[in-house]
């Protein structure tokens, strides 16, 4: 606890992505639109499956799941960044800093899970189609996304466990836009190599484990697939293309900035970028908008709303007529 008591900075001053005047303006435009646009799309994507009966089975269980963690995983710094845009005085409070650091290893390491078991979701029902209803019945799509909340708080509870005792006694500028764990750890008054190297471990357990069993999964799908026909191999590629695009896109930046050795480069935050804001509006679009059946299901819903909207606008003599 003395070590605790030592920290003596209240809030930290993050620079942000840029400091130039006008590109703050134009951020603010683009990031407020991604925004919108990604809890729109994601909490759309959560209403389709849980109202169309159809999509309820597990790959659409574990969707809707996935859409829940994006929206989530947008809002730990997305709308601090955006009203950051337009205040000089961008800081952030010591508590405000842990909980960023806590909600961001919460979210994305739960999501590396959580992908994994989508992955075993397709495997399952390409490798072994006639057992696919026992195998994922929908206590197992429980468990697994129990599983993935629980590794996401056990690896973001030892990650604070590093770093919240650490004594922060002067330096308290971060180069980002967030409280990013490298960056944050690298102002503490210490020799902080060990906990660095804590924190990469820690990482790079889950980060490139997870990694190599989406990869195994996808080849695995693959050569089963290629054994079938050349028809059903075009068909599967095309599907995994998408789905390994964004696996590149939300790994690749954490395994940069967590896993390489821990050096903190002015492209971290910009690589940041990637899973904190478009890994969330790619999710949708990848995994959606490529389904029929989610497309149908979707444009069902409109419909149907459009549809009340028109009737419900309607005097009230005609719109008895329809009933």
């Not at 337009?86 to 961001?104: D, H, M, R, V, Y």
């Not at 940069?256 to 910009?270: A, L, M």
């Not at 029929?292 to 149907?304: E, F, G, N």
Request: aromatic share 14%; charged share 10%; hydrophobic share 50%.
């Amino acid at each position: 606890m003395d070590s605790v008591n030592a920290s003596v900075v209240s809030e930290f001053v993050l620079l942000g992505l840029s400091s130039s005047q006008e590109l703050q303006l134009f951020f603010f435009v683009f990031f407020s639109t991604l925004y919108v646009i990604i809890v729109l799309g994601n909490l759309f994507i959560i209403i389709t499956v849980t109202s169309d009966n159809s999509l309820h089975s597990p790959m659409y269980f574990l969707l809707g799941n996935l859409s829940f963690v994006d929206i989530c995983q947008a809002s730990f710094a997305t709308p601090k960044m955006i009203s950051d845009f337009l205040s000089e005085q961008k800081t952030i409070s010591f508590n405000g800093c842990i909980a960023q650091i806590f909600f961001i290893h919460l979210f994305t390491g739960g999501e590396m899970v959580l992908l994994v078991s989508m992955a075993y979701d397709r495997y399952v029902a390409i490798c072994k189609p006639l057992h696919y209803v026992v195998i994922m019945s929908q206590r197992t799509c429980t468990i697994l996304v129990m599983i993935s909340w629980a590794v996401g708080l056990v690896h973001t509870l030892s990650q604070l466990s590093f770093t919240v005792n650490l004594p922060f006694c002067g330096p308290n500028v971060v180069d980002s836009f967030f409280c990013d764990l490298p960056r944050v750890t690298k102002l503490a008054c210490l020799d902080s190599y060990t906990i660095e190297i804590l924190i990469v471990v820690n990482s790079g357990i889950l980060s490139l484990s997870t990694f190599f069993l989406l990869v195994a999964s996808y080849i695995i799908i693959l050569v089963t697939v290629w054994f079938k026909s050349s028809a059903a191999m075009a068909r599967a590629f095309s599907t995994l293309a998408a789905h390994i695009a964004v696996v590149v896109l939300f790994f690749g930046p954490c395994i940069f900035i967590y896993v390489w050795p821990f050096t903190t480069y002015p492209v971290d935050k910009v690589l940041a970028i990637f899973y904190t804001v478009f890994t969330p509006i790619l999710n949708p679009i990848i995994y959606t908008l490529r389904n029929k059946d989610m497309k149908t299901a979707m444009r069902k819903i409109l419909t149907h709303y459009l549809r009340s909207k028109k009737i419900f606008e309607m005097p009230l003599v005609v719109r008895n007529s329809f009933y």
